[in-house]
């Protein structure tokens, strides 16, 4: 089996997907990467296949950063969704599933739905997906932190729609412009039914 281990993000995004590598090799898998181009020469360095997948990463924060608007969080998830569907595809090819990691893969379901192979959205931290034990983590220009006295609930239903409402129109592009319906539950899609 090929497996394609997609991620884009820190370190700590792609760490996680250099230990699985790491075992998938053991068994026997072949193994390719799609990452920001800041760790090609981690991924390299254990001998990997590396397709970078958007721009670097590092030194692109800064302490006083100022909280992006709406339209700011649109175009960037337009730009990143674009190059995720320009990217993704290609480093799949050959391969038998794509392991989407983190929380970022917009394209991944679509890209192996497309091609007719599997996909596993490999979730690092169970705070991200959705229960009624826990308020979502907050997304960024998402609003205030949660309080009590909030419902968990209307919480996550919030949740969802910021995910509609930022990566919605990016990606039904791509999946309108392939010939396949468009996604009502942006958040659902990515996290699959078995994340």
């Not at 468009?182 to 039914?193: F, K, N, S, Y």
Request: proline share 8%.
């Amino acid at each position: 089996m090929r497996v394609l281990l997609s991620t884009i993000g820190s370190r700590g995004d792609v760490q996680p997907l250099v230990a699985l590598a790491l075992a998938l090799r053991e068994s026997g898998q072949g193994v390719r990467f799609c990452a920001p181009p800041d760790f090609r020469g981690l991924v390299e360095g254990f001998g990997f296949e590396f397709v970078a997948l958007g721009p670097e990463l590092r030194g692109t924060a800064s302490a006083g950063a100022v909280r992006p608007t709406v339209e700011q969080l649109r175009m960037l998830a337009k730009m990143s969704v674009d190059t995720q569907f320009a990217t993704v595809p290609r480093a799949a090819e050959g391969c038998d599933v794509i392991v989407a990691g983190g929380y970022l893969q917009i394209a991944a379901p679509t890209v192996a739905e497309l091609m007719g192979i599997a996909v596993v959205q490999a979730t690092y931290c169970p705070i991200v997906l959705p229960s009624r034990h826990h308020a979502p983590p907050p997304l960024p220009g998402g609003g205030d932190a949660p309080s009590e006295e909030d419902d968990i609930a209307d919480l996550w239903a919030r949740d969802a729609r910021r995910w509609n409402e930022t990566w919605a129109e990016a990606l039904n592009a791509h999946r309108v412009s392939a010939g396949l319906a468009p996604v009502d539950d942006v958040r659902g899609h990515i996290l699959t039914e078995r994340p």
